[in-house]
């Protein structure tokens, strides 16, 4: 267990929906990342938050946002879903220095029919 | 650009038999490597890391990995493996100037037959 919790674990909805993935940081970790894990385009890196604040952004697509709350958990929205927006959806938490390690929740499965 | 290229996608292996996974790395600045493990249906959980000094890096379950600056390779290694590190494994690299995030490679599936 590595301390991080996402929730939902699975996720099912219908394309052009909006759902929320919600993330809890290992105690004492102020940085929030978000990475999604698909078959064609592997483990991607999404956004960072660190202590409420966006700090990096990747390959992240305009539907989708993100935001960490004063408590520091975190939530990634995704609107106006599509098929290929079907993945993993990971969490991971750190302190902030390049040298700390990531800590990995379990995933949010996001099926969309 | 950083980038991390897993030479092998699968890797099949008798049960006690050694293994290397290979990784190589492209970067113009210094980096901190890690390989990630992944069980079916689970997380990603941390093997081992290089950030400075020994080349020669220890991790759980056995696992060990060699950092090659002149070959930017992180290879990892295990003399004798079970049929429980059947899994997926992630070499993955970032860099100090460029927060955190970390840049995946596309995985090496290791399956141990008995």
């Known amino acids: 267990d590595s301390g991080v919790t996402q929730t939902p674990k699975h996720l099912i909805t219908a394309t052009g929906q909006r759902v929320t993935l919600r993330c809890s940081p290992r105690?004492?970790?102020?940085?929030v990342y978000w990475y999604q894990q698909s078959l064609d385009q592997g483990l991607q890196f999404l956004i960072q938050?660190?202590?409420?604040?966006?700090?990096a952004k990747g390959n992240i697509l305009e539907r989708f946002s993100a935001q960490q709350f004063p408590d520091l958990h975190s939530e990634l929205n995704l609107s106006s879903l599509e098929l290929g927006d079907s993945a993993l959806y990971f969490c991971?938490?750190?302190?902030?220095?390049?040298?700390?390690?990531?800590?990995f929740g379990p995933g949010t499965r996001l099926t969309v029919l | 650009a950083q980038s991390v290229t897993q030479l092998d996608s699968q890797v099949p292996v008798f049960e006690e038999a050694p293994v290397e996974l290979r990784c190589n790395y492209s970067?113009?600045?210094?980096?901190?490597l890690f390989w990630y493990v992944q069980y079916p249906n689970q997380g990603l959980q941390l093997l081992l890391k290089?950030?400075?000094?020994?080349?020669l890096v220890k991790g759980i379950n056995g696992f060990e990995a060699e950092f090659n600056k002149s070959q930017t390779s992180f290879h990892l290694r295990k003399p004798s493996v079970h049929i429980s590190d059947t899994a997926e494994y992630f070499c993955?690299?970032?860099?100090?100037?460029?927060?955190?995030?970390?840049?995946f490679g596309q995985g090496t599936e290791l399956s141990v037959k008995p």
């Open positions: 938050y660190y202590n409420g604040e966006e700090r």
């Open positions: 993955a690299v970032k860099t100090g100037n460029q927060g955190g995030k970390l840049i």
């Open positions: 970067s113009s600045v210094s980096v901190y």
């Open positions: 290089y950030l400075s000094g020994s080349t």
């Open positions: 105690s004492g970790d102020l940085s």
């Open positions: 991971a938490s750190s302190m902030l220095l390049p040298t700390d390690t990531q800590y």
